[in-house]
């Protein structure tokens, strides 16, 4: 298990390694000649107006609330689907009245508007 | 039959020879892998740019690119030596560790995501007993390079397609979660090999043909490509959260992006379209090459899709995402998991 999980810190360092090589091979070829108005910000070819990192309105919040319950419950039914077949009937009842409470939640979202982009 | 595994074996038994221990040969073999596994993502995106851009012209009634090389094969090639000679700005406004650092974290997760992934029989870095649950990890946390590389370049288009991103693929990650679900309760396992070695009979499109249509369309939103391209809408963002990007760091996220097409291909394949198994009893083709043909034929959906439908607005999106796709893709994994019951109850 040890070994399997050392192979993919050799996977991570050829995964940071690899794009700095590809920079540096382009080092050798590419010219640094920045001026001031090449450093500009892109925005069509007009000025930029004002600040960027301003308080943004992230629309999708009540979304992201919602994938919250969603994925931790994706932690426990990826367990219970590998061993589904051996666990019999108690498993399955189990799980659907799980699934059945989330639904509850989901429909409470949905009817309270969390489900709308605003 | 293997000869990757003829290579491998060889090239571990020469470095035993030479003196290495046995884990020193393993880490060995695996940089290697992983080396050959680069090559292998490199090799597709020129061939992968070439079709893209042929494709958009024959949807298009355009000729496409046909002056270097027959039928302008060899023009991407000659890009990437264009994009090795361009100046690498950064922007004056840009916060600039964190915009160097986007792109490369994508690419970290695009290469460890493909440690699970098999192109072949016994073709794998890293067989993990939590094969695809791994993957689906990996995958998730691409989210956070996209919102790095759009929040750091400060500039607004890259700000607001950085935040459609995370959007997007938090709401199509749990449909493609789910519609993956059916497939291991009929398996019981999250081994790859297991997957596909349960498909020799029948391949899991047939009895989960609605989950492979629920996974194609959460993918399509989980790589930002069209219809659902909203993140990069050309027309709208210019080219979203890497606007700001040139010369080899765009290249890096291209490769990033084009090594994630591919591997939500090959899951897809190996997942509903049976891996390496030859259909029909059409052995004499190799199963590596039946792969191939299989992740090729997913690609050509992808762009097949991109360049017939219009983009959709963000509203409709998110309603489609949640609204239907979630609905029913637990009514799946309901259904799969009383066929199942119904199944074992009549075969006893």
């Known amino acids: 298990m040890l070994t399997k999980f050392g192979g993919l810190a050799v996977i991570l360092v050829w995964g940071i390694v690899f794009p700095w090589l590809l920079l540096a091979l382009s080092r050798l070829f590419h010219p640094k000649k920045p001026t001031p108005a090449k450093l500009?910000?892109?925005?069509?070819?007009?000025?930029?107006?004002?600040?960027?990192?301003?308080?943004?309105?992230?629309?999708?919040?009540?979304?992201?609330?919602?994938?919250?319950?969603?994925?931790?419950?994706?932690?426990?039914?990826?367990?219970?689907?590998?061993?589904?077949?051996?666990l019999g009937l108690f498993a399955m009842v189990e799980m659907f009245i799980f699934i059945a409470i989330l639904i509850i939640g989901f429909w409470y979202a949905w009817k309270e508007g969390a489900l709308e982009w605003m | 039959m293997q000869i990757s595994n003829t290579i491998a074996t060889g090239l571990k038994d020469w470095l035993m020879g030479m003196g290495f221990s046995a884990t020193t040969t393993e880490m060995i073999a695996t940089a290697v892998w992983t080396l050959a596994v680069i090559l292998f993502i490199l090799l597709n995106l020129i061939v992968l740019v070439w079709l893209e851009r042929k494709f958009s012209a024959f949807f298009q009634q355009r000729r496409g690119p046909n002056r270097l090389g027959p039928?302008?094969?060899?023009?991407?090639?000659?890009?990437?030596?264009?994009?090795?000679?361009?100046?690498?700005?950064i922007p004056a406004a840009a916060d600039k560790p964190v915009f160097r650092i986007a792109s490369i974290t994508l690419f970290i997760t695009a290469i460890l995501a493909w440690a699970v992934i098999p192109l072949g029989e016994g073709m794998i870095l890293e067989d993990l007993n939590i094969g695809i649950f791994y993957f689906i990890a990996i995958g998730s946390t691409a989210t956070i390079s996209l919102l790095m590389g759009g929040f750091a370049s400060n500039n607004k288009y890259s700000l607001l397609g950085g935040m459609r991103t995370v959007a997007q693929m938090i709401s199509y990650e749990i449909p493609m979660v789910f519609s993956l679900l059916g497939v291991i309760m009929m398996v019981g396992s999250l081994r790859l090999s297991d997957i596909v070695k349960a498909?020799?009979?029948?391949?899991?499109?047939?009895?989960?043909?609605?989950?492979?249509?629920?996974?194609?369309?959460?993918?399509?939103?989980?790589?930002?490509?069209g219809p659902f391209d909203l993140a990069e809408g050309e027309q709208e963002l210019v080219a979203g959260y890497f606007t700001e990007y040139?010369?080899?760091?765009?290249?890096?996220?291209?490769?990033?992006?084009?090594?994630?097409l591919v591997a939500v291909s090959t899951i897809a394949s190996i997942m509903f379209l049976g891996g390496w198994n030859a259909p029909f009893g059409l052995t004499f083709i190799p199963p590596f090459l039946w792969l191939l043909i299989k992740i090729y034929f997913m690609i050509f959906l992808f762009m097949w899709v991109k360049w017939t439908y219009p983009r959709i607005r963000i509203d409709h999106l998110m309603h489609f995402g949640w609204k239907f796709l979630i609905p029913v893709s637990l009514a799946n994994i309901l259904v799969t998991g009383v066929g199942i019951y119904i199944y074992r109850m009549i075969t006893g």
């Open chain 1, 40 to 86: 500009l910000t892109y925005e069509c070819g007009l000025d930029t107006q004002g600040d960027t990192w301003i308080q943004f309105k992230i629309s999708y919040f009540m979304y992201a609330l919602v994938f919250l319950a969603f994925d931790v419950e994706t932690i426990f039914l990826y367990p219970w689907a590998v061993k589904f077949q051996s």
């Open chain 2, 199 to 225: 498909q020799e009979h029948m391949w899991f499109i047939i009895p989960q043909g609605i989950a492979f249509i629920i996974y194609f369309i959460a993918t399509v939103a989980e790589t930002n490509r």
């Open chain 2, 71 to 89: 039928a302008g094969f060899l023009q991407f090639p000659v890009d990437i030596v264009k994009v090795l000679g361009k100046e690498d700005i």
């Open chain 2, 246 to 260: 040139s010369g080899i760091r765009y290249a890096i996220w291209m490769i990033a992006e084009y090594g994630n």
